[in-house]
């Protein structure tokens, strides 16, 4: 994926957009962390989205930038109404797979296809891997591991209390439930923020600006899934990244396989504070 030179942003397209991912953050960001007083956040957030979209609809309707709108403000309503935290339980298991699955991905790749008349891009493969992008993988990693052991053992050391396990009984269906939830979620993430929003973001900014917005709408999500205190800035740095990646890559493939290694570090970090000397066997 590269800057379509021809790819102009007016200034009220701007300030729909700046007015969305505003919204996000109120709405979703801090969804579940605390208000202002007697007022929740996502009270401030819902008058954004009404903006956002208004100026679409009054400046920019001819175009497909209202429909993108319409885009964002579904994403965020369908997550304002899901449980979203590191709960296992079936129930949880259900609503997320239902409202994440369906409701983020296959509504919005049908109104994208049939609706916007501008299909989603699902760009899995872009030709073979370079040697920069073999490299990238075990650098990544390492990388990622001493951040991520920082972040939990000093950064926030009470950061594995968002993905609650057993201190007593059986562990291994709850550290499989684990395993296979943190996986889920990084391909979500990537087909969400990045097949989804950046890509529809992409069509109407330059990388730049689109990569932004999309790391905001990444970062929201994830800091009211787990990742507070200074979550925010580490998955803010890493939504960039992936932004970037696959700019550069335009393969989904490569920054699943890059979100994957890093949620296997994460799994690690979680299930070793929860069993300190990592003392749990998963058969």
Request: glycine residues 8%; contains cysteine; hydrophobic residues 55%.
């Amino acid at each position: 994926m590269t800057d379509n030179p021809l790819v102009t942003a007016t200034a009220p397209k701007r300030t729909s957009l700046w007015l969305m991912a505003a919204a996000m953050v109120f709405i979703i960001g801090l969804k579940s962390h605390g208000s202002l007083g007697p007022v929740p956040w996502h009270f401030f957030g819902w008058p954004l989205m009404a903006a956002g979209m208004g100026v679409a609809w009054i400046r920019e309707r001819e175009g497909t930038w209202w429909k993108t709108t319409v885009m964002l403000a579904y994403l965020i309503v369908v997550l304002f109404f899901t449980r979203i935290d590191g709960d296992t339980g079936d129930a949880h298991v259900l609503e997320l797979a239902l409202a994440l699955g369906i409701g983020v991905l296959l509504v919005p790749a049908l109104l994208a296809k049939y609706w916007m008349k501008a299909p989603l891009d699902y760009s899995w493969f872009q030709g073979r891997w370079t040697l920069k992008m073999w490299l990238w993988l075990p650098l990544g990693f390492v990388l990622a591991f001493g951040f991520m052991w920082f972040y939990f053992n000093i950064l926030t050391p009470t950061l594995h209390h968002s993905w609650p396990l057993p201190l007593e009984g059986p562990r291994t269906e709850a550290l499989w439930r684990l395993f296979w939830g943190c996986n889920f979620i990084g391909v979500w993430d990537e087909l969400a923020f990045i097949n989804l929003v950046f890509v529809l973001l992409s069509r109407h900014f330059r990388f730049g600006e689109a990569n932004l917005a999309q790391a905001v709408f990444f970062t929201s999500f994830l800091h009211e899934m787990a990742f507070v205190g200074w979550g925010p800035v580490v998955i803010f740095g890493f939504a960039m990244i992936q932004g970037y990646t696959y700019k550069k890559t335009g393969s989904l493939f490569y920054i699943v396989v890059l979100h994957l290694m890093i949620d296997s570090i994460l799994f690690y970090m979680i299930a070793n504070q929860w069993y300190p000397g990592w003392g749990w066997h998963p058969w």
